[in-house]
């Protein structure tokens, strides 16, 4: 279980796992709500009619991460499930892909990354 998320894409690590046939467990796929105003985000969003957390959970499902997204909101938690009626096309996907900033929430992991 690591934090994932396209703005910490760690292209290797998923690499690795999917050619060892381990499941990658992410956490804080919102990132903790920090980058749900991102402009990109928000536009690749709107492409879809979506929100930019059910953004931020489909492009992890689809990469094939197990996804944690963590909230007490009923309406937030409902939205979050809401992922499975639409698909991120490859010039989108790609452009999530795209938005890594080395964004570590998780200070130890930051530390780490020097």
Known sequence: QVEFN????RRDLLTYCQDHGIV???YSPLTRGDRLH?????????????SPAQIL???ALQLGVVTIPKSSHPERIRENADVFDFHIDDADLHAL???DERFYLDETWRREAG
């Not at 396209?6 to 894409?9: A, E």
């Not at 991102?38 to 979506?50: N, S």
């Open 24 to 26: 990658l467990e992410g």
């Open 57 to 59: 959970i489909r492009w």
């Open 97 to 99: 892909n795209h938005l």
């Open 38 to 50: 991102d402009p990109r985000l928000v536009a690749i969003a709107r492409h879809y009619h979506k």
């Open 6 to 9: 396209p703005f910490l894409f």
